[in-house]
């Protein structure tokens, strides 16, 4: 006697038997069911028979695709993506009335037949022909869970979804065979809450889990009755009986699923009248899909995440491995982004930058010594509107960032002196600085070759007033230009793009720094990121550590995945790194930097304005945090920031330390109140004495009070200066040696953090 598998149904062997000779018998029995006209087309059972035994019995059933969660570093909720939102349960998961639905309306006799119905065969090859169509079909509920694997494994390729769809013989005997398989393998309660899980219920929801949430806001396992019947009608036809836009449509299907639950006897048909009888109420919850929704401003460090992971081979060894894994989902993702250090970031953006202004701002945090990104957001929000980007103004191209990211002006001079300090330089070091020179020439370059100036191309300071010669830690707090044109042709510009390079910082559009000495005044065009990581190198004490958003990923199965780790170098000496900081410190107490300064711990930084103010910057760090504050236009079309309104405030000039340096302080403040103060290792740096200038000037002495310096401040050291910057002077009759144009009311120039005021020939693009 034949032996019997649980859950009722002959073996695989007894159902290829039986479905051989009834395809004999009946000849192309399938074509009768799924196309009509089959047998006018020459599909004879004997070549049917031949392509059944061809077929390989074994059935890949790829993993679901399910929703991925992305979290931040304390478990709180970031943003749900998917390909296709579904959350995969156990039958024990899901209400026994939705069970029985299903059962009845798809395949009733489900539990009493194989992987083939051969009654329901002959009846609907009987029905068919007298009605002379497709009027009714036969398909076991374990054929139709064999075809949404199909389904499933095409993804989103059109193509491959229309060839597992097609109404084809050839698809049907193909099912067949896979779903003799599935029964043999699974059995039935397991067919039913694979083919639960697997289905689509309209509304983006795949999966009976999400169809209850989507309609109902509950979980499957709460359905009630005339519940149930609702989402098993609509398997049918999800857009013809969405009961979202049709509730009669779906009402009335919903009562045909009752109805025939109480035909089989599976409820009583009181149970079926009482149900029927209720209206549809649902409650609905809405699709909440993508980046787009992240809360507190972090739908682009979302996008970030994704781009990463799409990106490490890590994650796989090509593209299409990766988004294979990606698209399938069922991740749990916990990143670093820190919730203080987020809200800090907008904040302190808010308060300053507007949505709807004619330029953006964007801030990103990094963790000195991890590499860990903790803050990352910016004025315009992720989205499609108006005032709306998905571009990334934080990070590179490749990352989701924009083309070619954004001038960063005088904050690349630390990068110069520390590459000078690294050749052994003293950081007592001074050059002549005059207010206008010829970039110096020949240079040396990387490749043995050297740079020449053959234009005899120019480079000034911000104000006439500003001639040397200056100290390194004087050139350093007034941003002079000609200062670090000399540095870098000292050295040679292969140190500094080589120290760069090893900084992580490389052009937002991929490609490294190029050889010419305006770069030493910030010629190149990077993304905040790269800046805020760099400037973490010195917080770091010269050890550089890769940016990394992940912390852990857990897969649907909950097993660990391997995550990209922060890679940490030492690629500075521990004694450049202190100069640097002690250099950095200044600026932020008595240079350009002054108004970013934080009073209750050590800070460090530096400010870069470009030509026409299209670009403003404010780069700094304390010992446990550093972070980068970009402002400008973020399309193709550059504003230049001059007698513009930003944030409901007037700036008759924007500079370095007048906006992006208080954005840097509410950001960092914010996020570091609470958290353990530290201190910097600084070092003694002499300074040189200083001599007479043949125009009656003298270094050392106070520095000017610009517009973007705090009022109070100053202290002169001697000499007299003809000059008025716009600044406030406190005490005696010194107005700086700024030499602005404000005349006392506050719009004086920004000394020495901007550029040459002339077209850069040497890179080809404006001077910093």
């Not at 191209?397 to 300090?421: D, E, H, M, R, Y």
């Not at 050139?475 to 900084?503: H, Q, R």
């Not at 973020?634 to 906006?659: H, W």
Request: charged fraction near 20%.
């Amino acid at each position: 006697m034949a032996k019997k598998r649980s859950g009722g149904g002959l073996t695989g062997t007894q159902q290829a038997a039986k479905f051989l000779g009834v395809a004999v018998l009946s000849g192309v029995v399938l074509a009768g069911i799924a196309l009509p006209g089959a047998g006018a087309l020459g599909l004879a059972a004997k070549g049917t028979v031949e392509g059944f035994d061809e077929i390989p019995a074994n059935l890949k059933t790829p993993p679901l695709s399910q929703r991925t969660t992305i979290l931040d570093a304390e478990g709180g909720l970031i943003a749900t993506v998917y390909s296709r939102d579904r959350k995969v349960v156990p039958l024990t998961a899901i209400s026994p009335y939705m069970q029985k639905a299903i059962v009845a309306i798809e395949d009733s006799r489900f539990y009493e037949h194989g992987a083939i119905d051969l009654k329901g065969i002959l009846r609907a090859v009987n029905r068919n022909a007298q009605e002379g169509g497709a009027a009714q079909g036969a398909s076991t509920l374990t054929q139709q869970y064999v075809k949404n694997v199909f389904v499933e494994e095409a993804g989103d390729d059109p193509e491959k979804v229309a060839q597992a769809q097609e109404k084809s013989l050839g698809r049907k005997v193909r099912e067949l065979k896979y779903a003799i398989q599935v029964e043999e393998e699974l059995g039935k309660k397991k067919i039913l809450e694979n083919y639960l899980n697997i289905t689509f219920f309209g509304q983006q929801a795949y999966g009976i889990e999400s169809a209850a949430q989507r309609y109902f806001s509950k979980p499957a396992r709460d359905l009630t009755l005339d519940e149930s019947a609702l989402l098993a009608g609509i398997v049918q036809s999800p857009s013809r009986y969405d009961p979202v836009n049709d509730t009669e449509e779906a009402a009335q299907r919903r009562n045909i699923v009752l109805q025939r639950m109480a035909d089989i006897r599976y409820i009583s048909q009181a149970e079926a009248d009482e149900a029927k009888a209720k209206p549809i109420k649902l409650k609905v919850t809405r699709p909440r899909n993508g980046c787009i929704t992240a809360g507190s401003g972090a739908g682009f460090f979302c996008d970030y995440v994704r781009a990463v992971f799409l990106s490490d081979p890590v994650f796989g060894k090509t593209k299409e491995d990766r988004a294979k894994i990606w698209n399938r989902g069922g991740l749990t993702i916990r990143t670093t982004l820190d919730p203080q250090s987020q809200d800090a970031v907008n904040d302190s953006i808010k308060k300053r930058v507007y949505q709807d202004d004619k330029v953006a701002a964007a801030v990103t945090l990094v963790q000195p010594g991890t590499g860990r990104i903790l803050g990352m957001g910016q004025s315009k929000p992720y989205g499609f509107g108006t005032n709306e980007t998905q571009i990334n103004f934080s990070v590179d191209k490749a990352l989701g960032g924009s083309n070619f990211g954004f001038q960063i002006g005088s904050t690349f001079k630390p990068i110069v002196a520390a590459a000078a300090l690294e050749q052994g330089m003293a950081p007592s070091k001074t050059y002549r600085s005059p207010y206008r020179m010829e970039y110096p020439s020949p240079v040396q370059l990387c490749n043995g070759k050297q740079w020449i100036n053959t234009e005899g191309t120019p480079v000034t300071n911000e104000t006439k007033s500003e001639v040397g010669p200056y100290s390194l830690r004087k050139a350093m707090e007034k941003s002079i230009n000609t200062y670090f044109v000399e540095m870098i042709s000292e050295i040679g510009v292969c140190p500094v793009t080589d120290l760069a390079a090893k900084l992580g910082v490389i052009e937002a559009s991929g490609k490294r720094l190029k050889q010419v000495p305006s770069i030493a005044l910030g010629t190149g065009e990077m993304s905040p990121l790269t800046m805020a990581n760099a400037y973490a190198t010195f917080a770091n004490r010269g050890t550089y550590c890769s940016p990394v958003a992940i912390e852990s990923i857990t897969n649907a199965q909950g097993k660990a995945m391997r995550v990209p780790k922060s890679k940490c170098e030492q690629v500075m000496s521990e004694r450049t790194a202190d100069t640097i900081n002690t250099l950095l410190r200044g600026v932020v107490d008595s240079g350009t930097g002054e108004r970013a300064g934080l009073s209750d711990r050590d800070s460090a930084g530096k400010t870069g304005t470009t030509d026409e103010r299209k670009n403003a910057w404010f780069v700094g760090y304390t010992p446990n945090m550093a972070g980068a504050v970009w402002v400008g236009a973020g399309g193709l079309k550059k504003v230049p920031m001059e007698d513009i309104t930003i944030g409901g405030q007037y700036y008759p000039k924007v500079f370095g330390g007048g906006l992006p340096g208080p954005i840097w302080k509410g950001a960092v403040s914010g996020a570091l109140e609470g958290r353990e103060v530290q201190s910097f290792v600084t070092v003694g740096i002499p300074e040189p004495v200083q001599t007479p200038q043949p125009d009656g000037n003298k270094n050392g002495r106070k520095r000017s009070d610009r517009d973007d310096a705090k009022p109070g401040r100053r202290t002169s050291t001697g000499g007299t200066s003809t000059g008025t910057d716009g600044g406030r002077s406190v005490g005696g009759t010194d107005n700086g040696n700024g030499g602005g144009n404000g005349n006392g009311n506050g719009n004086g120039a920004v000394g020495g953090d901007f550029g040459t005021g002339l077209p850069d020939v040497i890179g080809g693009v404006e001077g910093p």
